[in-house]
């Protein structure tokens, strides 16, 4: 399983973003997927997560009503909505995988597979 992320960039406070995680070699039905972040000199967060197949979603307080995390199956692909960003919302973004059929996790521990990051940075 391969993940790359995209769709950061820069933007004011307020502003928006889509981050989207394109996996390969990836059965959407046998992984939790889920978005982390991390701030410089602060520890790798969960942002949000998705259950295998979709069939439930679940977030950070800190993002919860601002960030919506969805896929697509036909394309292999997670996204993540960010609204109303927050200049504290800047961090390198990652998407992780666990293969698991019927659970998801919360502890970046848990997750099996990795991108390289996208940055997200807001300005206020």
Do not use: H
């Not at 996204?79 to 390198?92: C, F, I, V």
Request: aromatic share 12%.
């Amino acid at each position: 399983l391969r993940l790359a992320e995209s769709g950061g960039g820069s933007v004011q406070a307020g502003g928006s973003l889509r981050l989207s995680c394109a996996a390969s070699g990836y059965t959407y039905s046998s992984y939790c997927m889920a978005w982390f972040r991390q701030a410089p000199g602060k520890e790798r967060d969960l942002v949000a997560g998705i259950y295998p197949g979709g069939r439930s979603t679940y977030y950070a307080d800190s993002v919860k009503g601002r960030a919506t995390i969805s896929q697509d199956n036909a394309k292999n692909t997670v996204y993540l909505q960010m609204n109303g960003l927050k200049p504290e919302d800047t961090a390198m973004y990652y998407c992780a995988a666990r293969f698991d059929y019927a659970q998801c996790a919360i502890r970046e521990e848990l997750f099996n597979y990795w991108g390289q990051g996208t940055q997200v940075t807001v300005s206020s």
